[in-house]
Nanobody, 117 residues
Framework: VQLVESGGGLVQPGGSLRLSCVAS????????FRWYRQAPGNEREFVAA???????YYADSVKGRFTISRDNVDTTAYLQMNSLRSEDTAVYYC????????????WGQGTQVTVSS
């Protein structure tokens, strides 16, 4: 499975961005998409996840501002980010995990999000 993220960029505080993650070569029917981010000098942190049943999870820091979704036909995940803050500045990584029939995990190359005036 190969993951390709897009949609990052420079945005002013309070603005919005929509990230996309396309998973190509996916042979699995049950999988979870997750988004992580890593700011300079910080560890990579969990942002959001969406399961095969469309159950979603969010980090407290983004609840109410970010929305994760998926398109199972295109095997694509999205992260709609609203009311962006300077502290959201980071490289955002897409993660794809499978637990059935075996445990597999894949990462994208990351996309830079910069929130600055």
């Amino acid at each position: 499975v190969q993951l390709v993220e897009s949609g990052g960029g420079l945005v002013q505080p309070g603005g919005s961005l929509r990230l996309s993650c396309v998973a190509s070569g996916n042979p699995f029917s049950i999988y979870t998409f997750r988004w992580y981010r890593q700011a300079p000098g910080n560890e990579r942190e969990f942002v959001a996840a969406v399961t095969t049943t469309d159950t979603t999870y969010y980090a407290d820091s983004v609840k109410g501002r970010f929305t994760i979704s998926r398109d199972n036909v295109d095997t694509t995940a999205y992260l709609q980010m609203n009311s962006l803050r300077s502290e959201d500045t980071a490289v955002y990584y897409c993660n794809f995990i499978v637990v059935i029939p075996g445990q597999y995990e894949y990462w994208g190359q990351g996309t830079q999000v910069t929130v600055s005036s």
